[in-house]
């Protein structure tokens, strides 16, 4: 089970830190991945990091402004946002995989419930 928090109310420019938690298994050995999906549009592919955190990759519209890193002591991932835009305005879900991190949706296995960040202009 994942557990997805921190997301919230912020204005343009300001940052937030997304957590999510694991429980029910040891996920050190698994992928894992921040997705969002917005009102309207499909789900897309936020971050990934691989399960030693050696590893870590992007989307194009957030590169530069946010940072993948986890905890396999606390079996937790963070998603560390900065420079936060209205665009990026979504609800944030994490996940996992096991193997290899990768960027389609439909890859992952575990999914969290989803933290809504809303980034006001």
């Known amino acids: 089970q994942l557990q997805a928090c921190g997301g919230g109310l912020v204005q343009a420019g300001g940052s937030l830190r997304l957590s999510c938690a694991a429980s029910?298994?040891?996920?050190?050995?698994?992928?894992m991945g921040w997705f969002r999906q917005a009102p309207g549009k499909e789900r897309e592919f936020v971050a990934a990091?691989?399960?030693?955190?050696?590893?870590?990759y992007y989307a194009d519209s957030v590169k530069g402004r946010f940072t993948i890193s986890r905890d396999n002591a606390k079996n937790t991932v963070y998603l560390q946002m900065n420079s936060l835009k209205p665009e990026d305005t979504a609800v944030y879900y994490c996940?996992?995989?096991?193997?290899?991190?990768?960027?389609?949706?439909?890859?992952?296995?575990?999914w969290g419930q989803g933290t809504l960040v809303t980034v006001s202009s």
């Open positions: 029910g298994r040891t996920f050190s050995s698994y992928a």
């Open positions: 990091i691989s399960w030693s955190g050696g590893s870590t």
């Open positions: 996940a996992a995989r096991g193997g290899s991190a990768r960027v389609q949706p439909y890859e992952y296995d575990y």
